[in-house]
């Protein structure tokens, strides 16, 4: 703030490859809680279940690939933290989610789900020794209830990410901050070694013109003829 003003920030939108990122994620972990519910739903809306003869290793390979672009994404913004606090506060700037990049990050996990959850039923069958050859025998047994199970555990897990990366955005002048002074007490913690300072040049002009402010003159010293 300088005379009444205050300094504008500017604001920038969440970069196109950040939100599919974001969008990859919760379609991941969106397509193994739907591929379970619908295990469970159908045990008890369906008469025949498809997903009761099937061994289902595909749920454990696409959480390990759901955590790991979780871990990715974080490992990302902390390392673009560390940058700006290393560098300047004031390089922070603010992240807006329009319209258009929020209903196509919803739009883009429901339609990622839909399709991850039959193509993990069919990465089941396979390994299981089993054809899958219906569409609606790779969503549980019935199209309807596997695609609406599907969509509402997408739009779930979407929203979750979405308010969790919000306020991470939010906080981050905040996360920037801690850094910066963990960074600034580590940086004062430092002092230069005896060795290092026996490889400099030592000179005293400074400190003799700053001391001789504070000194007294003592009495004239008498002249031996």
């Known amino acids: 703030m ?6 504008a920030r500017p604001l920038v939108r ?11 994620c919760a379609a991941t972990a969106a397509a193994v809680l739907a591929h379970v519910a619908i295990d ?13 003869n099937i061994a289902h ?6 959480t390990a690939f759901a955590i790991f672009l979780a871990l990715v994404l974080a490992w990302r913004g902390l390392k673009n933290c560390f940058e700006i606090a290393a560098l300047n506060r004031r390089r922070i700037v603010e992240i807006t989610f329009g319209a258009r990049q929020t209903a196509g990050y919803f739009c883009a996990t429901v339609l990622a789900s839909v399709v991850a959850v039959p193509a993990m039923e069919l990465l089941d069958g396979r390994d299981d020794g ?11 047994g019935s ?7 599907t969509v509402i555990c997408a739009i779930a897990i979407a929203a979750l990410v979405f308010a969790f990366a919000r306020w991470l955005i939010f906080y ?10 963990i960074l600034r007490h580590t940086g004062d913690s430092l002092r ?5 300072l026996g490889r400099e040049r030592l000179t005293f002009a400074d400190r003799c013109a700053y001391t001789l402010r504070f000194s007294k003159r003592g009495p004239p010293a008498r002249l031996a003829f």
């Open 57 to 62: 290793g595909s749920r454990e390979l696409v």
């Open 130 to 140: 089993v054809n899958v050859a219906r569409l609606s025998d790779a969503f549980g």
């Open 2 to 7: 300088d005379g009444g003003f205050v300094e």
């Open 40 to 52: 469970v739903v159908g045990d008890f809306a369906l008469e025949h279940d498809s997903y009761d």
């Open 14 to 24: 969440l970069k196109f490859w950040t939100l599919c990122s974001l969008a990859l």
């Open 172 to 181: 981050r002048k905040t996360i920037v901050a801690i850094i910066e002074t």
């Open 192 to 196: 230069p070694s005896a060795q290092a």
């Open 143 to 149: 199209l309807a209830l596997g695609v609406t199970v």
